[in-house]
C-alpha cells in the first residue's frame, strides 16, 4: 500500500512567494493519502537517469508506447532509455484501476515520488496526461506544470523523502482543465486509459516513479506560501534559540 506523508518544516523553509501561473496540472501539496480510501495504487511511469546524466525523461502512451516526450496528438516519442520497464514500474491505467473505480475530473490525481540520495532537492520539468478511448483515441491531453499555487517556483522541490512509495506530491487538473477534460468525456468510461509524461533535472538518483490516485478534495490541502513561509522564518528563529542555549 502506497502512503504519503507530509515533509513538514524542511519543506516549506525553502519555498518562495511567486505568483500562481496558469497550467494544466497544479502541484496541490503534500497530501496525506491514508484514511482516504486509497489502496494500492497503479505505477504508470518510472525513470531514472543512466551514468552521470542528471535529466531524467519518459513518457508512456497508448498500448504501452514508450518514449522520452508526448507529442500534441498524445503519442509518446524519442528515445526511452531512462524509463524503467520492471514488474510494476511503467505501464498505462484504466480508470477503473484508480481508488474505487469511479474517478471523476475533480478527484484524479497524478502522485509524484522522488527518490533521491539523503532526500536531495530534484526539479521537475514537465509533466502531462493524456487520457485516450480503450480503442487508442485520443480524448484529452493536458498541457504544462505549476507548483507556483503551492508557493514553489519552477518545480524545484528543495527537499525529498529517500525511498520508493515513502512520500509523494500530488498534481491534480487545474479547473478550467478538468471542466475541458469531462467535457472531452475523458471521465466518462470507466475503461479509458491514461498515459503521461514527465521530465526532471538536478536529479542524482531515482528512480522516480509517478503513480494515479484518486483524492477526494476535502482530503487535499493547500497551505497558503505566507503561511509556509512564516512556517519557515518560525523554525529558523527557533533553531538559532536552541544554538544559543546550548552555547
Known amino acids: ?42 505505477t504508470i511511469l518510472t525513470i531514472q537517469s543512466s551514468g552521470a546524466a542528471t535529466t531524467e525523461t519518459g513518457c508512456v502512451g497508448f498500448n504501452n508506447l514508450l518514449g522520452s516526450a508526448m507529442n500534441a496528438g498524445g503519442t509518446c516519442t524519442g528515445s526511452s532509455g531512462d524509463v524503467k ?68 517556483t519552477n518545480c524545484a522541490f528543495p527537499t525529498t523523502i529517500s525511498g520508493v512509495g515513502g512520500a509523494g506530491y500530488q498534481f491534480k487538473l487545474d479547473s478550467a482543465q478538468a471542466t475541458a477534460a469531462a467535457t472531452a468525456g475523458a471521465f466518462n468510461n470507466p475503461n479509458n486509459i491514461v498515459g503521461l509524461s514527465a ?11 509517478f503513480f494515479l490516485a484518486q483524492v477526494s478534495p476535502s482530503n487535499t490541502t493547500v497551505p497558503e506560501p505566507t503561511t509556509m513561509l512564516l512556517m519557515g522564518v518560525g523554525l529558523i528563529g527557533l533553531a538559532f534559540a536552541r544554538k544559543a542555549v546550548r552555547s
Open 85 to 152: 520497464t520492471g514488474a510494476s514500474q511503467t505501464s498505462t491505467a484504466t480508470l477503473s484501476a484508480i481508488g474505487n473505480g469511479a474517478v471523476t475530473a475533480s478527484t484524479f490525481s497524478v502522485i509524484f515520488n522522488a527518490d533521491e540520495p539523503a532526500g536531495g532537492g530534484i526539479t521537475l520539468s514537465g509533466l502531462n496526461v493524456a487520457f485516450y478511448s480503450p480503442t487508442g483515441t485520443l480524448l484529452f491531453q493536458s498541457g504544462g506544470v505549476s507548483c507556483t499555487a503551492a508557493g514553489l
Open 1 to 42: 500500500m502506497k502512503q504519503l506523508v507530509v515533509l513538514g518544516p524542511v519543506f516549506a523553509v525553502a519555498l518562495g512567494l511567486a505568483p500562481a501561473a496558469h497550467a494544466s496540472l497544479i502541484l496541490q501539496g503534500l497530501t496525506p493519502i491514508s484514511g482516504a480510501g486509497i489502496g494500492s495504487e497503479p
Open 199 to 209: 521530465s526532471a533535472s538536478s536529479a542524482t538518483g531515482g528512480p522516480e516513479t
